[in-house]
C-alpha cells in the first residue's frame, strides 16, 4: 500500500500547469497569475504632492509670498517651479514640476487681508511624492505564482493590466455512485441516506481554483455507471472524480471501469486513516480520483490529493504543512496507518496550539463543519509534542 508522502511525488509528477488564458479583473479574482507584470513606467509616473498647501521654489525661506494660480490633481505639471516671492496653490496629488519644488502644508500658513500667504515655516521637498519612488519602468511588480487577492487586482489595475494571463480553471466532472443514495431536497426512503459528497465537493472546488462541468448520481449497476463514465469523459475533464465504489465490494466498480477506459492505475489504496480506498489513475490529460463513499474519508482525500492537483494544474504550490505544537493532554490513538486527524486551532495564553477534534468514524460529518485542518499523525508511534497540520479552508 502507498503512504501518502509517495502518493504525493507521483501525483506531482503527473499534474503540469494547464495553459493560461487571459481574464478581465473582475474574473481574476483568486486565480493565479502566470505571467509577470512589469512597470510600464515609473510608479508614480511623476513628482506629486502628498499634502494639501502650496508649492514654492526650493529657495523660498518663510515669510510671505504672492499666491499664483492652482494645480489641481489631474492637471499637468508646470514646466518650472514658481519663482521665488510666488506660491501655487496645490492638493494631494497635484502634478509637481520635476526641479526645484518645495511644498509647505495648508496648516503652516496663514491667510493675509493683503491676499498674500504667510509661511510660517520653511517650505521643504520632504512632502513630495517623487518619481519612480514605488518603482522603475521595468521593475518586476508581481511574478507568476502569485494569488490574484484584492491588493494584487489593485495593483494590476494601476499600472493598466486589466486582462492578466491567469490560469485556466481546471474542468471537473463528479460522479456520485450508490443505490442508497437521494438528492438532498428529496426525503430518503427506507435504508436511504441523502447524498452529502456532492455539495461537499462543490463547495470545495469553488475554494480550488475548479470548475465542475458535469455532475451526476448514478445507481451502483454496473452498466449505468459505465455509461455515466463515459458521459463525464465525454466532457473532457482535466479531472474526474468518483465518489463512492473505490474499494473491493460487489458494488465498486471504479477501477475496472477506469481500466476499461484506458486509464492507468496508479493506486486503490493508500496508507491513510481516514480515506484508504483512494483510486489515482490518470489518461492522456484526465487525472481520476476514486475517492472513499464516507463524508470524512472523502474530505482527507481531497484535502491531500485533489487540493493537492488542482493547484499543481494551476501552476501554483499546494498548500504546505504547517509545524505546530500539540494541546497538551490531546489524546491521539496510535493506528498502523498515518492518520489525518479533523484539528482546530486552540489559543492557550500567547501560544497557539493544535487541538485534535473528536471523531468517531470516518462517516462522522459532524466534525467538518468546525475542522480548520488535518493533523498528521505518525503511522504506529502516535503524534509528539511537536506535528504537523494540512491547513484546510
Ligand atoms: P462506498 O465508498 O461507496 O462503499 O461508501 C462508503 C459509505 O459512504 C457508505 O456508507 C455510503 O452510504 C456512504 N456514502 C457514499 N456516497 C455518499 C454520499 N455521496 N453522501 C453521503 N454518504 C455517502
Ligand atoms: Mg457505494
Redesign the pocket.
Known amino acids: 500500500m502507498i503512504t501518502v508522502a509517495d502518493l504525493w511525488i507521483r501525483l506531482d509528477a503527473l499534474a503540469s500547469p494547464l495553459p493560461g488564458e487571459r481574464a478581465p479583473l473582475v474574473s481574476a479574482q483568486d486565480r493565479i497569475l502566470r505571467e509577470p507584470i512589469l512597470a510600464p513606467e515609473d510608479q508614480p509616473p511623476f513628482d506629486r504632492s502628498a499634502i494639501d498647501g502650496y508649492l514654492v521654489h526650493a529657495d523660498q525661506p518663510a515669510g510671505l509670498v504672492t499666491l499664483e494660480g492652482t494645480i489641481p490633481p489631474g492637471s499637468p505639471a508646470p514646466a518650472a517651479a514658481p519663482a521665488p516671492g510666488t506660491a501655487v496653490r496645490i492638493l494631494t496629488g497635484s502634478a509637481l514640476p520635476p526641479e526645484n519644488a518645495a511644498l509647505i502644508m495648508q496648516e503652516d500658513t496663514k491667510a493675509t487681508d493683503t491676499g498674500r500667504i504667510h509661511l510660517l515655516q520653511s517650505p521643504s521637498a520632504k512632502h513630495i511624492r517623487r518619481r519612480a519612488s514605488q518603482a522603475r519602468a521595468g521593475d518586476t511588480l508581481l511574478s507568476p505564482g502569485q494569488i490574484l487577492n484584492a491588493g494584487a487586482l489593485a495593483l494590476l489595475a494601476s499600472v493598466g493590466a486589466t486582462t492578466p494571463l491567469v490560469s485556466r480553471r481546471a474542468r471537473v466532472a463528479h460522479l ?3 443505490g ?2 437521494t438528492a438532498p431536497d428529496a426525503a430518503p426512503t427506507a435504508g436511504q ?1 441523502r ?4 455539495t461537499l465537493i462543490a463547495a470545495l472546488l469553488r475554494d480550488s481554483h475548479a470548475g465542475l462541468v458535469f455532475h451526476q448520481r448514478v445507481s451502483d449497476s454496473r452498466a449505468a455507471t459505465a455509461d455515466a463514465l463515459a458521459a463525464a469523459l465525454a466532457t473532457s475533464p482535466d479531472i474526474l472524480l468518483v ?5 473491493v ?1 460487489d458494488h ?1 466498480h471504479t477501477g475496472a471501469l477506469l481500466a476499461a477506459q484506458g486509464f492507468t492505475i496508479h493506486c486503490d489504496k493508500v496508507a491513510s486513516r481516514p480515506g484508504k ?1 483512494f483510486i489515482a489513475a490518470s489518461r492522456d490529460g484526465c487525472l481520476a480520483f476514486g475517492l ?4 470524512l474519508s472523502h474530505f482527507v482525500c481531497f484535502h491531500l490529493f485533489v487540493r493537492r492537483v488542482l493547484a499543481r494544474l494551476a501552476g501554483t504550490e499546494p498548500v504546505a504543512l504547517i509545524r505546530a505544537r500539540l494541546a497538551p493532554r490531546a489524546e491521539l490513538r496510535p493506528d498502523p496507518r498515518e492518520t489525518w486527524w479533523p484539528c482546530i486551532w486552540a489559543d492557550e495564553g500567547a501560544t497557539r496550539r493544535v487541538l485534535p477534534l473528536p471523531w468517531r468514524d470516518s ?1 462522522d460529518l459532524t466534525v467538518l463543519a468546525t475542522t480548520e485542518g488535518l493533523l498528521r499523525v505518525p503511522a504506529t508511534t502516535g503524534a509528539g509534542a511537536e506535528v504537523e497540520v494540512l491547513p484546510c479552508r
Open positions: 456520485v455512485t450508490g442508497e443514495l441516506i447524498d452529502s459528497n456532492s465518489s463512492g465504489g473505490a474499494s465490494g465498486d480506498p472513499p463513499g464516507n463524508p462517516s
